[in-house]
């Protein structure tokens, strides 16, 4: 707090009177708010189902004009959702039905057979307003496998009380005219499981209904809807959601699903290779990403070097990536946010999920806690994947050893009404031993409080305190040269402390606003003696320190039905804090160790640099039809805090950088545009979209930069000015026994120095392409369901090979060997591409089984292409294999042959 008093006090006075402006427009809405004719425990009805659809993991497809200004208790999140969906419907006019464990609320007028028997009566077909007015009626519908979602062809369905019935078409269809009243219908078909369904029919009306195969039990009768067009009539766009559903269909490699490689499918992200950490979207750097989970940072996204995602899957329930248009409430990078929700399937009830593979295994356990509605979930994961190493054709190879584990853990309890906690903890932990020279060691530490609260009925409020921790060390040993052996140590620290307030004047006019305040340090480097012969002097570089603020307010307004519109600003200050050391250089030379003139030493929190801006945020929506619209968006980012490599492929050793006076932050300005399409009655999604971004004091490292263990990192780095473009092709089938996605990306990423120094120019001041560009990307994925238990998935990559910096001359200068390099990102790897293929067979489908398993083979690149992962100029022994050379260059592959992997899952 003293840290944040000492930054407010010197606040500029722009942000100290937005500040003031933006309490009391909290002010003055609490005190309307308390004029609101209603409980104060009550809520919006869209609130409680936006609540309930987060708790529950579920979608409630309606219209939220028809609850416009309508409340409920706010109890309501507390009773099961069944309980919770009756009392949202109750005296409204309004029936619900259950679409594969969703709800789809629709008028009664409107429902003409959408409904579901209740428990013990009939499934009612047609207009209860209606009654009397017919004396027959037809009901007709269509009747699916409940797995698939397959048309059953000639099912017969029959009435048995009145001696008709009828067969369901080529396109699964029946019809049936009938005396309006109660009757009983039967269906039965070869290897399903026959069924009686009771009706009460008042009018003509449709009737959907599923059957499961033999050995499978039914107990109710599944009504079918479409889902609704929301991706068409949102106003934010550039999204991708993945719910629980949609989660469940992701692509299965190494045995899991793996939620972070798996964004790196769909159009506008990519990655550098084969595996490898982070990922890049539109032409931004991997540090440029903000992955949140449960509001925290993740300043390492992967295991392993990019193996295995550091998520486990089995506790994701949501997953959210915005890449343009990104909302006010979010800032700190510049290209992209991921934010990752966990938590449980359920809240009443013990449950044990896992999953036992051949590189590492998973366990999670979910729990309901002592007090009401509140639970817990567990999970761990672990690797045993030295076996993999020992059997790699490389001697250094498989004398290794890697391993990782992580652990998991979320608590949700409500205090009262209107108040509940979560709690949230990570820990993982990564290490790799190569050969006998180098042991390498990584671990994350995140963890959250995030406090909910309603404030009124049309205010609710979020506290959230979180902290994010990463520490890197390598112990290089030296079994030839002990005295040379040493350990490096480095690390960030994140805190961070996040108020939300959101404010619903109505269903279509919301409006939302907040602070937040971080805290860095920043540990560079520590290096040390590793052994009681090594003789390496100790070397510490002082750490970082800063405080980054923010306040936003935002709006998502419906102007008129076919156009809406969200308009935010956000002002961020950033102030470089001591203790430290700047060094001053002479004017009119490049900075560099030998024009250095002083030197400035601060103390602890002396202010060293400080920056701030203004972050525009606008995205609009015009939507032509229910099934068609046009977006666009241009936001402005700032980003205080860059990773420095001379490397193109991220890793965990790479270092963090906090802007200061020679390195300002980086500011992003992005302008996107899209056609939004659904076609065939919204089974499938369609979109283009096209974008622009210019980005201005991008970190360069010089040509042969020395980054790790320097003091004064700036003579090794220069700024860069950049712009990237592209257009994105997506297509989903959502539905069917065949689905998936077709995206395609064509892209290119440019940047160029601008010094007038020919030591701080990379390739003359050129445009050069970035060093993860790569112009073409096509990913098709698809997923069939081959029978009730027996799912295919397969994707195939195609990428355009990465540039890269190639040897181009030698030659002999005072008996040495010097190599000439080309300019920078000159060449570029041969194309990439891999096929990817998994089968998956679920055991029994027995609805009251209470231990469910199913088991995943997948084999990673089908047919063994070997991609390049990248190149490196290395000294060799003369002879024949290097063509007698001194010097040789050679090509890394991370998978050069089918890798096949086999994993039992379980749920009790």
Not at 211 to 229: G, K, M, N, P, W
Not at 597 to 612: K, L, R
Not at 848 to 866: A, L, Q
Request: no cysteine; charged share 20%.
């Amino acid at each position: 707090m003293n840290i944040i008093r000492l930054i407010t006090s010197r606040l500029p006075s722009g942000l100290s009177v937005f500040l003031t402006v933006f309490s009391l427009l909290v002010t003055s809405e609490l005190s309307g708010a308390q004029m609101y004719a209603g409980k104060v425990s009550d809520i919006p009805v869209t609130e409680a189902i936006a609540r309930l659809e987060q708790i529950h993991s579920v979608k409630i497809f309606f219209d939220s004009d028809w609850f416009r200004d309508q409340s409920v208790g706010h109890d309501i999140v507390d009773q099961p959702l069944d309980a919770a969906i009756e009392t949202i419907i109750a005296g409204r006019g309004m029936e619900a039905v259950r679409l594969h464990g969703n709800f789809i609320i629709l008028p009664v007028e409107r429902m003409a057979a959408r409904t579901v028997a209740e428990p013990g009566g009939p499934a009612v077909v047609g207009n209860p307003y209606e009654s009397g007015k017919y004396t027959r009626a037809a009901v007709r519908g269509r009747v699916t496998d409940r797995v698939t979602g397959e048309d059953l062809i000639g099912v017969i369905v029959h009435a048995e009380d009145i001696g008709i019935g009828t067969t369901t078409n080529s396109a699964g269809e029946y019809s049936l005219e009938m005396p309006v009243g109660d009757h009983r219908l039967t269906l039965s078909y070869v290897g399903y499981e026959s069924d009686e369904v009771n009706i009460r029919l008042i009018s003509p009306g449709e009737l959907d209904l599923s059957l499961l195969e033999e050995s499978q039990l039914i107990d109710e009768v599944t009504v079918f809807a479409r889902r609704h067009d929301s991706n068409i009539s949102m106003t934010q766009m550039s999204m991708i959601r993945l719910d629980s559903e949609t989660l469940y269909r992701l692509p299965v490699s190494m045995g899991e699903r793996d939620i972070i490689r798996n964004l790196t499918l769909l159009p506008g992200i990519q990655t550098v290779g084969e595996f490898g950490t982070g990922f890049h979207v539109r032409g931004g750097s991997a540090d440029q990403n903000l992955i949140l989970v449960e509001g925290v940072p993740l300043f390492n996204s992967s295991h392993l070097f990019g193996l295995t995602s550091v998520i486990n899957p089995d506790l994701v329930t949501d997953v959210t990536l915005i890449k343009g248009g990104i909302p006010a409430r979010y800032g700190e990078r510049s290209s992209s946010v991921t934010d990752i929700r966990l938590g449980g399937s359920n809240n009443d009830e013990f449950r044990l999920n896992g999953g036992i593979g051949l590189l590492n295994s998973r366990l999670s356990l979910e729990a309901p806690l002592p007090v009401e509605n509140g639970y817990m979930v567990v999970g761990g994961r672990s690797s045993y994947s030295n076996w993999l190493l020992n059997r790699l054709p490389d001697e250094d190879l498989m004398n290794s050893a890697a391993r990782f584990y992580d652990i998991t853990g979320i608590a949700f309890v409500p205090i009262d009404n209107n108040n509940n906690i979560r709690l949230f903890g990570y820990y993982s932990h990564d290490g790799f031993a190569f050969s006998e020279s180098a042991d390498y060691n990584y671990a994350s530490l995140l963890g959250s409080l995030r406090w909910n609260r309603v404030i009124s009925q049309r205010v609710l409020s979020s506290l959230l305190a979180g902290h994010s921790g990463y520490r890197y060390n390598v112990n290089g040993a030296s079994p030839l040269n002990p005295s040379n052996s040493y350990s490096l140590e480095s690390g960030i620290s994140y805190s961070n402390l996040k108020w939300n307030m959101n404010f619903y004047h109505s269903p279509d006019n919301t409006f939302e606003a907040g602070l937040n305040a971080i805290h860095y340090i920043i540990e560079p480097g520590n290096l040390s003696p590793y052994g009681t012969g090594s003789t390496v002097e100790q070397l510490s570089i002082e750490p970082q320190k800063a405080v980054e603020l923010a306040g936003y307010a935002a709006g998502d307004i419906k102007i008129t039905n076919e156009i809406s519109a969200e308009a935010g600003i956000r002002y961020t200050h950033y102030v470089r804090l001591g203790p430290g050391k700047i060094y001053s250089y002479q004017e009119d030379l490049p900075i560099t160790g030998i024009t250095v003139t002083d030197s400035t030493i601060y103390g602890n929190n002396e202010v060293m640099a400080g920056f701030g801006g203004l972050e525009p945020r606008l995205s609009i929506r015009y939507q032509f039809n229910p099934s068609a619209s046009v977006k666009m968006s241009l936001s402005r980012i700032n980003q205080y805090i860059n990773v420095v490599s001379n490397n193109s492929l991220p890793t965990p050793a790479d270092v963090w950088y906090l802007s200061n006076v020679y390195q300002p932050p980086m500011i992003s300005d992005q302008v996107a545009a899209g056609f939004f399409k659904n076609l065939f009655d919204n089974n499938v999604e369609a979109s283009l979209e096209v974008y622009y971004k210019r980005m201005k004091n991008i970190i360069e490292p010089r040509n042969n930069a020395s980054i790790l263990l320097n003091s004064a990192l700036e003579t090794d780095l220069t700024n860069a000015k950049g712009y990237s473009y592209g257009a994105e092709l997506y297509i989903r089938r959502l539905t069917g026994m065949l689905n998936g996605w077709v995206s395609y990306t064509y892209s290119g990423s440019y940047r160029r120095t601008t010094s007038p120094f020919r030591s701080e120019q990379i390739n003359s001041n050129s445009y050069f392409p970035a060093g993860f560009d790569r112009p073409h990307n096509l990913v098709l994925n698809a997923n069939l369901q081959l029978s009730r238990r027996w799912r295919l998935g397969g994707t195939f990559s195609y990428n355009t090979g990465r540039p890269v910096t190639l040897p181009e001359l030698s030659f002999i200068h005072d008996g040495k060997l010097l190599i000439y390099f080309s300019d920078r990102n000159k060449y570029r790897l041969p194309d990439y591409h891999r096929l990817d293929l998994s089968l998956s067979f679920d055991g029994s489908l027995r609805l009251t089984r209470s231990w469910k398993s199913s088991w995943t083979i997948s084999v990673v690149n089908v047919y063994g292409r070997k991609n390049i992962y990248s190149t490196f100029y290395e000294r060799t022994e003369p002879s024949e294999s290097t063509n007698y050379q001194r010097y040789s260059l050679y090509s890394l592959y991370i998978i050069g042959r089918p890798l096949p992997t086999i994993t039992y899952n379980f749920t009790f």
